[in-house]
């Protein structure tokens, strides 16, 4: 026996799409395959290990003729002990693994008890082997007390170094083998704590099997040849036999232990790569129940607080203007203004009560969203943003909070296009646009707990009245002489001044201008 938001494919996502219960049971079918051959591969090496030190390895404390002469009764032990242990080996871990557990099967997330369960599920097994190789060393450990205490000890701890061995070789090809099962565990979030074996019981575990175990291989060679004449030859050969295994079982398992930990930092590297090339979709596999899980799960946490912090700018950005958020993640917005020279265009619609009156309520707003659309494209297009939507009316600002080189000029261009785009792409209805330019106030304006970026001043509300009378000329068009004299000449030379009017709420006369354009629609 015995592992979002746009994001990359992963087994979790998989089992949970619409052809999730094939997906599951073959999923299952191939772990539960590997399982097994990793146990049997960890017993054979465990058993290989055991034969290894009993025969050539550590000298034996009687002479080979009185060992030998027993073999029998080893071997009736053995014939009677692999298959007992097989069995309830196979009964226990099945019931054990991750793969029968209920949750699995019905493809549904665990509960934090059976995710518990299921990453604890090599320490289960760890603590399952040794207690099968400790049964088999006191088994053998009697079967040899008639020959010789000496004998028993001797077998006894030969099956232990076997044992610990198998032990941690399986734990370590379990803890491998399981991650499709890990991955759907941890797919409602990090557990509270690492599970067993973490990075430490990785690492600590290589040691015992790279270096611990043929040290105490050493250390019983030595002894032996203290307490028991030894030969030269023999202890030659046992000190080449234990070498070769010592450096067999080195490797592998160094190699094993460094994959289980590198490849996930290399994939959360590389996913951090792509992360800071701006792609935030990227997420990485979260198939480890260590400290390298939850340093997974930190990585996909981290770029969905990213993700949601883009979204929220964006929003942002599209609620205020690029420039106004730009200008205020650059600097901690405060209350308060500056003037500055802006232009104003203020478009409002003609008859928006007649409208929402008469028509569906969704027609009316799909009207508006195809007319506001075609603001924000217009202004956009010449360098200024939509301060404010105001019901069916927008007030737009060239020159703040960036300046602009020719904020009127540029005012002026797109109110000339914004009224022939209108009258082609929303037609039936109908527009009044002002312009003016001046001295104005632009800033944060509200209270600290709810502000928002303005323009205050003369010609904010010129703008206002001239959209106003421009719903009552044919044109609908009309810019104050203020705007139109302190455009660059390319654009002034497009316009006409004409006659003077005093605006509703001012007390001194506006002069008025319209363009100098002759296929101006009536």
Same mark, same amino acid.
């Given at each position: ?26 999923? /299952? !079918?191939? +772990?539960?395959?590997?399982? =097994? ?77 059976? &995710?518990? &369960? ?29 020959? @010789? ?16 061995? =198998? ?118 596999? +979260?198939?480890?129940?260590?400290? +390298?899980? /939850?340093?997974? @799960?930190?990585?996909? @946490? ?37 003037? !500055? ?31 506001? @659309?075609?603001? +924000? ?70 209270? /600290? ?15 206002? !009245? ?19 004299? !302190? ?18 709420? &001012? ?16």
């Amino acid at each position: 026996m015995s592992g979002a938001m746009g994001a990359t494919a992963t087994n979790a996502g998989r089992l949970h799409g619409g052809d999730a219960i094939t997906a599951r049971r073959a999923l /299952l !079918r191939s +772990v539960e395959r590997r399982l =097994t051959l990793s146990e049997w591969t960890a017993h054979a090496f465990g058993i290989f290990d055991v034969v290894a030190l009993l025969f050539y390895v550590l000298p034996g404390p009687v002479d080979r003729a009185a060992f030998t002469d027993h073999l029998h009764a080893n071997a009736v032990g053995l014939a009677i002990y692999v298959p007992l242990a097989m069995t309830i080996g196979t009964i226990v871990g099945r019931r054990m693994s991750p793969t029968r557990m209920a949750w699995v099967v019905e493809g549904r997330e665990p509960a934090p008890a059976e &995710r518990a &369960r299921a990453l604890r599920a090599p320490i289960y097994e760890f603590k399952l082997d040794a207690a099968l190789w400790l049964g088999a060393a006191l088994l053998f450990a009697a079967i040899n007390a008639p020959v @010789s205490g000496a004998l028993a000890l001797h077998v006894a701890w030969t099956i232990f170094l076997g044992g610990l061995t =198998t032990c941690g070789v399986a734990c370590l090809l379990l803890e491998r083998r399981l991650r499709p099962i890990t991955e759907l565990a941890l797919a409602a979030g990090p557990p509270a704590r690492p599970a067993w074996p973490g990075v430490e019981g990785r690492l600590v575990l290589a040691w015992l099997l790279a270096t611990g175990m043929p040290l105490l291989g050493l250390v019983s060679l030595g002894i032996d040849g203290l307490i028991h004449h030894v030969s030269s030859a023999e202890m030659a050969r046992s000190t080449l036999v234990l070498a070769v295994v010592a450096f067999a079982t080195g490797a592998g398992v160094t190699l094993l232990t460094a994959r289980t930990v590198a490849r996930p930092l290399t994939a959360v590297r590389t996913a951090l790569g792509r992360v800071q090339a701006g792609d935030l979709a990227t997420e990485v596999r +979260v198939d480890d129940g260590s400290e +390298v899980g /939850l340093l997974q @799960s930190g990585f996909n @946490s981290m770029v969905g607080g990213l993700r949601e912090r883009e979204r929220m700018q964006d929003l942002y950005a599209r609620q205020v203007g690029e420039d106004v958020a730009r200008a205020a993640l650059a600097d901690e917005p405060r209350l308060g203004g500056e003037v !500055r020279e802006v232009a104003i265009l203020f478009v409002d619609i003609v008859g928006s009560t007649a409208m929402a009156a008469q028509a569906p309520p969704e027609r009316v707003v799909a009207r508006l969203n195809r007319f506001f @659309s075609v603001v +924000v494209d217009v202004i956009a297009a010449h360098g200024g943003w939509v301060n404010k939507f105001e019901g069916d009316a927008a007030l737009c600002v060239f020159g703040a909070p960036a300046a602009a080189e020719d904020p009127a000029g540029c005012a002026l261009a797109a109110g000339r296009e914004l009224q022939k785009r209108l009258r082609l792409e929303v037609p039936g209805l109908r527009a009044g646009i002002g312009l003016s330019a001046g001295p104005a106030v632009a800033g944060w304006v509200g209270a /600290l707990q709810r502000f928002e970026y303005t323009v205050i001043g003369d010609p904010v509300n010129v703008a206002s !009245r001239l959209s106003e009378l421009a719903k009552q000329r044919p044109g609908r068009l009309l810019a104050s002489e203020a705007i139109v004299v !302190r455009a660059a000449a390319r654009e002034r030379d497009r316009w006409r001044l004409g006659e003077s009017q005093t605006l509703r709420g &001012r007390s001194t006369p506006t002069r008025l201008a319209s363009p100098a354009d002759a296929l101006i629609a009536t």
